[in-house]
């Protein structure tokens, strides 16, 4: 008893013991431990909208090639059917015929013209209709088909008919002799056999179609999901993984020469490009920051530079009086010269405060603002006389400024250069436009920057500047209505052209 007891004690531990343990199994996630992208292949996913939609398009396809099949054998098989069993009444007529009327009873006749399973057989000759085997009485007038003139039609829709027509239909056949003389022979037959092999013979080709159909449809699946889903997947994975983290590693395109592997390079690509492009725009949140920061400070100073300019106005010494304009517009410039990085990370410029203005008055003060001086890179205007241009002062004066200030950083980090360098201004209008070319005797631009000039942060051979110079400048032509381009460049000079509206 006691053993009994201890044994009942006992019994229960072992399923506790594996209910722990199965609890302890199923508390561990297998699928963390398998590779990322083991993990990603094995997670069950609902089928995506392209993949149903090619399963169906090819269920569908895969049912018409069946509906194709099957209807034609259909009008195949009833036609078979019935041509057997006119050649056999011919041929049990035939026989009946070829021996003295009186040597074959009445209802020997009968049963040999009656093997076919046929109810009256009439030939006809010359003219003339011969009943060899008498028809029964039906309930129902019986339908004709001729074999002898029949259209595509007719021929698909009689099968059709014989399978949904009424249970006592009949059917009258005739059909060209084979054995024997006669325009026609013509036999009654009932439809029910008909219709009973002809239910047997659609269900079997109905479902060696189906078979076929599957296993084809299925083939047919397979390969443009291999082909086609597949890369198609894979491609919609790089760009979900793009959108949730731009820097995330990029998938290496393949090397398929379709239009699958063309799609893969170009979002490689744009990827790239995007990634670039979102560095840029950081680095302009950072230097929008940071002029954001010193602009308050900045600002002090000039103030107190203005305050120190406005004391020296006072001041009868020639050489102050000379130089107190260019230090007023110095300043004056100053704060919107700093305040380029960050305006270039607006969505756009300030619209244009159009007014007519002398160009050759905008080019001098440009001039003097951007460095040139006749004791070093010295200016060389060949401007028609009372030209006017209609621009906003400011905006016109930083596109020339920003022009004439790297062509003279251009010329003066040449090491090889042993003479003072000059800056060309030339103007005309024509065709309602005006054209403002600044060319300068400099190194050039290396071909590696020619194309890239008006990008964000890309610099030519001075290495001073930001890069946004340019870029500036462009969109401040674009403002205008007109354009600002490289027109030329070469070891022996750089061209620029800027094209207002008049």
Do not use: C
């Not at 035939?94 to 009445?106: I, M, T």
């Not at 030209?387 to 016109?396: E, G, K, Y």
């Amino acid at each position: 008893m006691t053993e009994r007891n201890a044994i009942e004690t006992r019994l229960p531990t072992r399923p506790r013991d594996e209910t722990g343990l199965i609890a302890r199994l199923q508390a561990v996630r297998l699928p963390e431990l398998l590779p990322p992208i083991w993990r990603e292949r094995l997670t069950p996913r609902a089928p995506d909208g392209l993949s149903s939609r090619l399963l169906l398009l090819t269920v569908a396809f895969t049912l018409a090639v069946a509906a194709l099949i099957i209807v034609p054998s259909a009008a195949s098989f009833q036609e078979r059917w019935l041509m057997d069993r006119l050649q056999a009444a011919e041929l049990a007529s035939v026989g009946v015929e070829a021996l003295p009327y009186s040597a074959v009873e009445d209802s020997t006749a009968e049963q040999l013209l009656s093997i076919g399973g046929v109810q009256s057989v009439v030939v006809g000759e010359q003219g003339v209709r011969r009943l060899l085997l008498q028809a029964p009485n039906l309930p129902r007038a019986p339908d004709l088909i001729d074999l002898r003139q029949r259209n595509v039609g007719a021929r698909l829709l009689d099968p059709w008919k014989t399978l949904f027509g009424h249970p006592d239909r009949s059917i009258r056949v005739q059909a060209k002799p084979r054995y024997r003389s006669g325009d026609f022979i013509e036999i009654l037959a009932p439809a029910q056999p008909l219709k009973t092999e002809l239910k047997s013979f659609l269900l079997n080709s109905l479902t060696m179609s189906l078979l076929i159909a599957v296993v084809a449809g299925g083939l047919l699946y397979a390969g443009l999901s291999f082909l086609v889903l597949a890369p198609l997947r894979r491609v919609t994975r790089a760009i979900e993984r793009f959108a949730a983290d731009p820097e995330s590693p990029a998938e290496t395109p393949s090397d398929r020469k379709d239009e699958i592997g063309r799609v893969e390079r170009e979002l490689a690509r744009m990827q790239e490009e995007v990634r670039q492009s979102l560095r840029s725009r950081a680095r302009l949140v950072a230097l929008g920051e940071a002029v954001a920061k010193i602009n308050h400070d900045l600002r002090n100073m000039l103030t107190s530079a203005q305050m120190a300019s406005e004391r020296l106005s006072s001041s009868s010494d020639p050489l102050v009086a000379k130089a107190l304009p260019r230090l007023e517009r110095a300043l004056g410039r100053a704060a919107a010269l700093a305040r380029n990085v960050l305006e270039y990370g607006k969505s756009e410029e300030a619209a244009p405060q159009r007014q007519k203005m002398l160009l050759a008055r905008a080019v001098a003060v440009a001039a003097e603002d951007a460095g040139l001086e006749e004791d070093g890179v010295r200016l060389v205007r060949d401007l028609p006389a009372r030209l006017t241009v209609n621009a906003d002062s400011d905006q016109l004066h930083r596109i020339l400024v920003n022009l004439m200030r790297n062509a003279r950083q251009a010329i003066e980090s040449d090491p090889a250069r042993d003479k003072k360098g000059r800056i060309t201004v030339r103007a005309e209008a024509r065709d309602g436009v005006v054209a403002v070319r600044i060319t300068d005797d400099g190194p050039g631009i290396p071909d590696r920057l020619a194309g890239r000039l008006f990008e964000a942060f890309v610099s030519g051979r001075a290495s001073e500047g930001t890069g946004l110079g340019l870029t500036i400048s462009r969109e401040l032509a674009a403002n205008h209505g007109g354009e600002l381009r490289l027109l030329n460049t070469s070891p022996e000079g750089t061209t620029f052209e800027l094209r207002l509206p008049v």
